[in-house]
């Protein structure tokens, strides 16, 4: 099994930036392609951004393309989601999630087996 555990969530103004975190154990050498994901209330979960196993090939949501940049560190087993120019529109729970395969930067949360529990990203105004 693996566990993901993210950190770096908080309340930013808007036009700030923050950087997530998302810590991996357990079963690591089970985990390919990494994503992340928000959920605001009341809307479903979307898809923000996911990153290759070798971090050679990103990909984004059309929300979040040229403010949002993730990365990853393999030694770590850590993936990041650094946000700069943040909006309003935001402000969700920001999940990581994890795949056993390569799924090419899929926007479809059913491709992910693993979940982190979340982080709370509030941008006032």
């Known amino acids: 099994q693996v566990q993901l555990v993210e950190s770096g969530g908080g309340l930013v103004q808007a036009g700030g930036s923050l950087r997530l975190s998302c810590a991996a154990s357990g079963r690591t050498s089970n985990m390919y392609d990494m994503g992340w994901f928000r959920q605001a209330p009341g809307k479903e979960r979307e898809f923000v951004a996911a990153?290759?196993?070798?971090?050679?090939?990103?990909y984004y949501g059309d929300s979040v393309k040229g403010r949002f940049t993730i990365s990853r560190d393999n030694p770590k087993n850590t993936v990041y989601l650094q946000m700069n120019s943040l909006k309003p529109e935001d402000t969700a729970v920001y999940y990581c999630?994890?795949?056993?395969?390569?799924?090419?930067?899929?926007?479809?949360?059913?491709?992910?087996?693993?979940w982190g529990q979340g982080t709370q990203v509030t941008v006032s105004s």
């Open positions: 999630a994890g795949a056993r395969r390569m799924i090419r930067g899929s926007r479809l949360t059913y491709d992910y087996d693993y």
């Open positions: 990153i290759s196993w070798s971090g050679g090939n990103t």
